[in-house]
């Protein structure tokens, strides 16, 4: 009771008149430098009018979120700031707060993605529907979405929801589906399968990693467990999540790092050459086991502060129009290393791998 009283003096101390959580006078002077005061519209709406030392109307400031929650991009919601000026025309749209994978909002905003609305009155903007950035399509369905729906609610105004999917499945989300049918089949044994393996990892490198970037990363577990993806967006990923963990429940193998994890086939493909492996000596293990002990505990922190963790993965290296620098060159160091040292990731950092280890021993064990 003591805490729910101070927490309502400091609300009503700091952010009177009605102006919403999250929407600052510093936050509008982002937007407007003569920005002197706020008010709120209500304090069950997300909207503030912004006005000038002389009392003039200066514009208004739009959070897109609670209005738009459930609505996800690649790898969970992303939440928007709209700026209006006295005409009801857009300003100006940031990107507030996000568990999107950092690197596909990097390329978003490099490609002026958000600048489409700059200059539109709030009924174009509804609906107008905007060309998504190739590489990022979920990521921008996702802006467009919370934006036109936000605009909507504050403004009352009746829109329906344009979609970018069609009916049924695009084609590399059905050669992905043949993949993960392949590797179950692959699973059980079937030589035909099992000796093409080479073309196999091929495949899943092509299919599962760079066309459909199905790679079940520790941020994509969070966000998977967070309910923060879209079933239909994620169907493939989902699937393959299902799939794997059932089959460790039933049968004890981990069927997603042996035959289906694109890093993986990389890492296998890049060691084929037997005759350049080397042993690691027990200090260089040692080494390593300290580091992957650091690289876990800064994991752990990051995701107990509900802070993206793709930072600490390769895996956005599939991702080619939106990766950056960083991710390219821990995959490439990763690829490199395991032409002489068998599977580096996967034997010694990998949390996914680890995790579903944990489930097989936990399995052995009931």
């Not at 200066?58 to 609670?66: A, D, Y």
Request: charged share 15%; aromatic share 12%.
């Amino acid at each position: 009771m003591c805490f729910i009283a101070v927490f309502s003096f400091i609300r009503g101390h700091f952010f009177s008149n009605n102006v919403p959580l999250g929407i600052s006078l510093k936050c509008a002077k982002m937007f407007f430098d003569h920005a002197s005061s706020l008010c709120g519209d209500s304090p069950e709406t997300p909207a503030a009018t912004v006005y000038s030392e002389d009392g003039e109307l200066v514009g208004r400031i739009i959070r897109t979120r609670p209005l738009t929650e459930g609505i996800v991009g690649y790898a969970g919601e992303i939440a928007l700031l709209i700026a209006l000026d006295n005409q009801d025309s857009i300003v100006d749209v940031q990107i507030e707060k996000h568990r999107e994978t950092p690197s596909y909002i990097d390329y978003i905003q490099s490609r002026n993605f958000l600048n489409n609305w700059t200059g539109l009155s709030v009924h174009q903007a509804v609906n107008r529907d905007i060309a998504a950035v190739t590489g990022a399509t979920m990521s921008c369905d996702a802006i467009e979405k919370s934006l036109r729906r936000s605009l909507a609610e504050i403004y009352d105004i009746d829109y329906v929801e344009l979609g970018r999917h069609k009916a049924g499945f695009p084609l590399r989300q059905v050669l992905g589906f043949g993949c993960l049918l392949a590797a179950v089949f692959c699973a059980f044994g079937v030589r035909f399968f099992t000796r093409q393996r080479t073309i196999f990892l091929i495949a899943n490198i092509v299919i599962l990693g760079f066309a459909n970037g199905c790679l079940l990363s520790l941020s994509a577990i969070v966000n998977l467990l967070g309910g923060s993806l879209s079933l239909f967006d994620q169907s493939l990923l989902f699937l393959i999540a299902l799939v794997v963990i059932l089959w460790l429940m039933l049968t004890g193998k981990n069927l997603y790092c042996l035959w289906i994890c694109p890093l993986g086939a990389c890492q296998e493909l890049a060691g084929k050459n037997q005759a350049n492996k080397k042993t690691l000596s027990a200090e260089v293990r040692q080494i390593i086991y300290v580091v992957r002990n650091l690289y876990w505990l800064a994991i752990v922190v990051f995701i107990a502060a509900a802070m993206e963790c793709s930072f600490f993965e390769p895996f956005a290296a599939f991702s080619m129009r939106a990766c950056s620098g960083w991710h390219l060159l821990f995959a490439g160091s990763i690829i490199l290393a395991s032409a002489f040292t068998p599977k580096v990731w996967c034997r010694f950092l990998c949390p996914t791998g680890y995790l579903l280890n944990l489930l097989r021993l936990k399995r052995h064990k009931l």
